[in-house]
């Protein structure tokens, strides 16, 4: 047909992209993508095919990397290391020229984007590949302001990393880009679909000048993947599903590996009665249909509000009937092709299971591809598996709310956390709802924005750590300060005869604002070093956990707070502790056997800290991020929510202190087992809590032996975060045990922090998320 043809009776026609660039590339390779190690090619295999999935045609061999070659990649990244992290103004130039080679096979790299993961060109070329480019400008800038701007920090060292199929370059420029500008070197895996983009950005990094040994990429399925894991690497960076996640998390547990995990999401997309229905609309397509609805964040469960649910849903499958399928290659296509038959049979699977009404948008489906319609469910039960597991497809499940309320309870009723996207004219309702969404990231009147400088990352089972701005950056540095082993400190025997001090006392535990007796009914007798009995403390169970931990749940309210009134209490804290200063010292210098001196001297400590925690509360402040749209990107510290932590033996009141005070500071409940060998002198400390206004639940102190408390800790489907410091319990076992639901752990594995003197701006870091609120301003 002709284009006066197609003009005259207005049918449509295709205009195709040419495939034939990428096609000889491919081919002047010798048909097969392989590791690129020391900035050389191979060994080159044809393992397995990596094909078109818009035509099931093979567009290349792909070499399986043996666990021997990983290793080899590794070792590479470990020698160019040191050199690469030298010179930071070099870097910065490298990771410039990276985005200014990508510019320039720009065409190239979308068209290879295309064939191989079977995304339209129309956003290979106009999203992913653009956005891969800004990352490599944006880190340019952050390579070269980092001593300045995070003085004290260093590279990680070897960062192992593997990406998903969906955003082939978008996801390794994520990866690659913040490691390479804080001073790391990598060894990245890209999918087993979906290699080819990563083999054009190898030669792009060898053009661009990037030194041999510093980008590594190895191919291969999850067998590498589990190699890459295994080698001896300082960091692993993840993005995939969530079970995939959760085993990393295992299988890193107790070896200090870095880790960030950006797993699945099952986003709400809340559109109120008052939204503008047309706008709102447009953007489902992009929430749900963008990618094929492949897309973590995907906004692939629709809340509508119930009074307008029968019209939204008529418009939208009037706009699905719209959409045109097929041949991604063609710039008019707006859904192409699923990444494989694999991720194919597995949404058929899903959506055939559903027990919901499905309609299918009628538009024709290409033969021989791998092609699914898009599709929208409704009529589903909030607690049916479509509503919450990840389909990963086109595929847009629907229900209805009444009150803003209700929205935000069905919004926030699944395990995952990662996006959410709300419609409304009414800002105020907007404001309301945005900060009520578990979520770490929230748009506004919009979807699916994204940027380099605009942190990105999940919370709950969505994973953890982010991606972007200055907070992902941070992700791939340490700390300089110097760690020590964990040590714990010999309890005194109990004497043949001892001299009893006063009346024998029973310390209990703290739960929930009351002192509370032991589950078990069994107590610990403690003894100064001269044999005088000093009291007993209860032995804490798994039930007493639990408790403290439900009663933790109860005191929600306290992360609502503001940050003037945490502070206040923290003062009034650091204020009533400071009237009885003696008393504490004395019961340090009896329990730990140290001099009154250095007794007083960690009482004087303590107050100190609470008084940096209380001026910390209303300062550790967000940011906004400079992102290239008409409107604003917030970064807000949002506390992690419920933390459990199990202090060191030394520094009885300092180190429990911090723990709670920074913990407190940023919003966070707290179930606390104090020091093993010497906790009286935090069970000293109730009536200090109960004097200073601390609501019932936001502190709670389990006593007990750490080996019993630790595990349910650990296991606790509701305790978001464990800090485990205490030299009596295995992390290993602890940082397995919190794989179950993702916390983010902080334990010993590396070291320990100097109780004698701790920092708290890291405890305010683990103890904060961010969560990213993008508000697009006017029409
Ligand atoms: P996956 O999680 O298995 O694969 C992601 C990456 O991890 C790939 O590079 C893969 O080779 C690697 N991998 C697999 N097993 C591994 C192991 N044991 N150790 C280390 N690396 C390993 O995801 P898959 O199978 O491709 O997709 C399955 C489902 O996962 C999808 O249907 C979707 O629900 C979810 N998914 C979520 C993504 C996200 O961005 N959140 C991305 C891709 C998939």
Known sequence: MTTAEIFETMDYGPAPESASEAHAWLADRGGIAGPFIGGKWGPLRDDFASNNPATGEKLAGVTKTTAEEVEAAVKAARRAQSAWEKDHTKRARVLYAIARVMQKHSRLLATMETLDNGKPIREARDI????????????????????????????????????????????????????????????????????????????????????????????????????????????????????????????????????????????????FDDADIDSAIEGLVDAIWFNQGQVCCAGSRLLVQENIADDFHARLCARMATLRIGDPMDKCIDVGAIVDPVQHAAITRLVSASDGEIYHAPGPIPEGGCFYPPTLITGLHTASPLMQEEIFGPVLVSTTFRTPAEAVEVANNTRYGLAATLWTENVNLALDIAPKLVAGVVWVNATNLFDAAAPFGGVRESGFGREGGWEGLGAYLKSDAKLTAAKAIAVPEAPATSAVADLDRTAKMYIGGKQARPDGGYSTAH????????????????????????????????????????????YYLAENLSARADEFADRIGTSIGTSHGKATAEVTATIDQLFTAAAWADKFDGSTKGVPLRGVALAMKEPVGIVGALAPDDAPLLASTTLLAAALAMGNRIVLAPSQAAPLVMTDLYQVLETSDVPAGVVNIVTGNHMDLAPTLAGHMEVDALWAFSPHVDPTALEKASANNLKRTWTNTGGNPDWTAPNLRPFLDAGTETKTIWIPYGE
């Not at 990866?175 to 001073?183: D, E, F, S, T, V």
């Open 128 to 271: 992913d590949i653009p956005l891969a480019i800004r990352h490599f400008y944006y880190h340019a800038g952050l390579a070269q302001l980092l001593p300045t701007e995070m003085p004290g920090h260093s590279a990680l060292g070897v960062c192992g990393q593997i990406i998903p199929w969906n955003f082939p370059l978008l996801m390794l420029a994520w990866k690659i880009a913040p490691a390479l500008a804080a001073g790391n070197t990598v060894v990245l895996k890209p999918a087993e679909y979906t290699s080819l983009s990563a083999m054009v950005f190898a030669e792009i990094c060898t053009e661009a000048g990037v030194p041999p040994g510093v980008v590594n990429i190895i191919t291969g399925d999850g067998d590498t993947g589990a190699a890459l894991v295994a080698a001896d690497v300082d960091k692993i960076a993840f993005t995939g599903s969530t079970d995939v996640g959760r085993l990393i998390r295992e299988q890193t547990a107790g070896t200090g590996k870095s880790l960030t995990l950006e797993l699945g999401g099952k986003s709400p997309y809340i559109v």
């Open 527 to 570: 003894y100064s070093r001269k044999g005088v009995l000093l009291g007993h403390t209860g032995q804490g169970n798994r039930k007493d956990i639990r408790n403290a931990v439900e009663a933790a749940r109860g005191a929600a309210k306290w992360s609502g707070s503001t940050g003037h009134l945490r502070a206040q209490i923290l």
